[in-house]
């Protein structure tokens, strides 16, 4: 019989954030594949874990996954983490939880910290509906394009940058989606210099050309304004709140993102809405 594969998530910044759960996982399984083996072995020694450890990352995750699928199909446990947050988002993990997956092994996720997620929360911005876009390109040309192609977009979007980075996107962000779109800069999240800025991408952009961005960044850009919305009626606006439903809102959610765009009540949407359904 296989073993399991565990995706372990890790704090993010603060050690504290580490479940009894997921240092009960480490404990258990027969080895750790770690992102990078020199960061995880300092979260390990805190909780006084020893277990092997074997190397995981985007630059060896072909062989490296292979080698780890023949481990699991013999029957032996293996715990998948990154150096911060939740395995297999946007991180080479997805690979392996295809290998397994495709080869009959269980995968189990043990739940924690992801920057994303904590961005969005704390964003003050629509979270019902989102779009997470990790890192754009380095390649100037492309990361334009990317960004285009996402110019319409209505959902709340959520990008990882870097902090020698951070000028050249906000600067594109404001070219493409315009300086008074809403944003939240969510800076060093659960460390000890944590900040978030709620500000617009105009304004974010001319703040950091006079102070050096410092620490990893998590963007909250606000969605674009539904087109259609303009000049609703009462019966369309439910008929949008109902979309919006089926699209995976929840119908309180969907109701207060309609009001937003409309003008008409949340209440008597929602109440509408829901003698609808």
Do not use: W
């Not at 050690?15 to 072995?41: C, K, M, N, Q």
């Not at 909250?220 to 009626?233: D, K, Q, S, W, Y």
């Amino acid at each position: 019989m296989s073993g399991t594969l565990y995706l372990v998530a890790t704090p993010i910044g603060n050690l504290g954030d580490f479940s009894p759960r997921a240092v009960e996982t480490l404990e258990t399984v027969d080895f750790i594949a770690a992102e990078d083996t020199r960061v995880s072995v300092k979260l390990l020694n805190h909780f006084q874990i020893k277990k092997p450890l074997v190397s995981y990352h985007e630059h060896n995750h072909v062989t490296a996954g292979q080698a780890i699928l023949q481990r699991l199909l013999a029957g032996e446990s293996c715990a998948l983490v990154t150096d911060a947050g939740t395995p297999a988002i946007s991180d080479p993990g997805e690979d392996l939880v295809r290998l397994c997956a495709e080869n009959g092994v269980e995968v189990l996720s043990i739940p924690g910290c992801c920057a994303a997620v904590n961005a969005l929360a704390v964003s003050g911005l629509p979270t019902g509906r989102f779009t997470f876009e990790g890192f754009l390109t380095v390649n100037k040309k492309s990361r334009r394009e990317r960004l285009e192609s996402l110019k319409n977009e209505e959902r709340t979007m959520v990008f990882h940058e870097a902090p020698h980075k951070l000028r050249a996107t906000l600067g594109d962000l404001r070219d493409t989606f315009g300086p008074d779109r809403k944003v939240a800069l969510c800076r060093e999240l659960t460390k000890l210099h944590e900040e978030t800025r709620r500000t617009t991408l105009g304004e974010a952009a001319d703040y950091y050309r006079d102070h050096d961005p410092k620490g990893e960044y998590v963007l909250v850009v606000a969605g674009c304004p539904p087109r259609e919305t303009a000049a609703l009626t009462a019966e369309e606006a439910v008929e949008q709140v109902l979309r919006l439903v089926d699209q995976g809102a929840r119908l309180k959610d969907a109701a207060r993102e309609v009001a937003e765009h409309t003008g008409l009540s949340k209440n008597e949407l929602y109440a509408a809405a829901l003698d609808r359904r």
